[in-house]
């Protein structure tokens, strides 16, 4: 069974400041994990992926992943936070022969100016 | 279509009535899902389709909810005996295999409202 456990419901950061979003998960097989955010009225949007070609993951907007099997984590980074960053991310697992994608509950970055 | 499409986007209904919701997948999708938002609460997968088949129907919450899916396309999920409880926002999703090295895109969902 595959499961995405991120910790901290609202994190804050002011403008400038580093990034840092927490998501640990578990999984039976080798996983595909990802990382979708959600602005405002919008519907969700794919930031990034890992798909076990590179530990280190590029997405959208600045936003980096690291795929740490020994922490069994994925936590999401941005060197420095700007305002159009406010949203709601959310971390996905889905395990390797299977297509079922699971959600963490989600974490409501705020920007501060 | 561009995107997905999911209607209506909001609907309010009494309790002990039935709804239908309805998600256009892109076109050539072969993957959807759906999922349920609960107000300040993470995704909660209900169920997922690859062509017309439910491989995974475990995470449907009760025997009220059903989903179908036909021509390998549009999906409706149905809610019977609506229950307050069942207010959230109903999301889909689709990809082009499933799987992990296609992406999912998501519709903007149908608000339900029970009251």
């Known amino acids: 069974a595959q499961s995405v456990t991120q910790l901290g419901s609202h994190v804050s950061v002011s403008e400038g400041a580093l990034v840092l979003l927490r998501c640990n998960y578990s999984?039976?097989?080798?996983?595909?994990l990802f990382w979708y955010v959600q602005y405002p009225n919008q519907g969700l949007q794919l930031l990034l992926k890992y798909t076990s070609a590179a530990t280190l993951v590029k997405g959208i907007n600045g936003f980096e992943a690291e795929f740490k099997k020994s922490e069994t984590s994925f936590h999401l980074t941005k060197p420095s936070a700007h305002m159009s960053d406010a949203a709601e991310y959310f971390c996905a697992v889905m395990g390797t022969g299977a297509n079922n994608l699971f959600f963490g509950t989600g974490t409501r970055l705020t920007v501060i100016p | 279509g561009a995107g997905v499409s999911q209607s209506p986007s909001n609907k309010v209904t009494e309790k002990g009535k039935d709804v239908e919701l309805r998600c256009d997948p892109i076109?050539?999708?072969?993957?959807l899902y759906w999922y349920r938002q609960r107000l300040g609460q993470g995704l909660e997968f209900l169920i997922y389709f690859q062509g017309n088949s439910a491989p995974d129907k475990s995470g449907l919450p009760s025997d009220r909810f059903s989903a179908e899916r036909t021509g390998e396309s549009v999906s409706t999920l149905t809610i019977q005996r609506t229950q307050q409880e069942d207010s959230a926002v109903y999301l889909c999703a689709s990809s082009l295999f499933g799987g992990g090295n296609t992406e999912a895109f998501f519709g903007q969902g149908t608000r339900l409202t029970v009251v």
């Open positions: 076109s050539g999708h072969t993957a």
């Open positions: 999984s039976s097989v080798p996983p595909y």
